[in-house]
């Protein structure tokens, strides 16, 4: 897995970035205040939940910035083709490289990518063979804390407010 920090210049990417940021800010501050700190000070819920909300979101912010600073595969200028390999290679008909077969050129990042999945706006990356497993971690942590955020809201709505209202 290459470990070389990739940017690309996109203001659709950077938009989706920026978009991505603030409704993490926004609900790293506003579940917390709302649902997790009020019902664990009525002690309906212990630390170990707010914790465990926390490192969700932790994890989500840290794999988003590995995933989309991380090289997805780009290939060099100059490519060393062992003898072997020369028949699975072909040339870009855009850039005029050779690449192996499996690659594409991203036309958003302007060269070859080793195994392109995709190009992603919300991670303002290609997904390709370097940083597909940090992608598959993105999606694997969203996912958590969408899962574990719906799971609290439900839980306000339906167990909490019930509740306060029995007991007033």
């Not at 709302?34 to 932790?58: D, K, R, T, W």
């Not at 999606?139 to 719906?150: D, E, K, N």
Request: aromatic share 16%.
């Amino acid at each position: 897995m290459g470990q070389r920090i990739h940017f690309v210049v996109d203001p659709q990417g950077w938009c989706c970035m920026g978009l991505i940021i603030f409704v993490w800010l926004y609900n790293t501050i506003f579940i917390p205040k709302v649902i997790l700190f009020p019902h664990y000070e009525e002690g309906n819920i212990s630390v170990v939940a707010v914790l465990c909300y926390y490192f969700c979101s932790l994890f989500c912010i840290a794999s988003l910035f590995r995933a989309s600073v991380a090289d997805p595969g780009k290939l060099p200028e100059n490519p060393k083709i062992p003898i072997t390999e020369q028949e699975h290679w072909e040339l870009c008909n855009k850039c005029s490289m050779m690449r192996p077969k499996r690659s594409h050129h991203c036309s958003r990042c302007g060269h070859c990518v080793r195994r392109m999945d995709h190009h992603c706006p919300w991670i303002n990356n290609c997904v390709g063979e370097d940083n597909h497993w940090l992608f598959l971690q993105l999606c694997f942590y969203t996912q958590i804390l969408s899962s574990y955020t719906l799971i609290l809201d439900f839980c306000h709505y339906y167990y909490f407010l019930p509740l306060k209202k029995e007991n007033w």
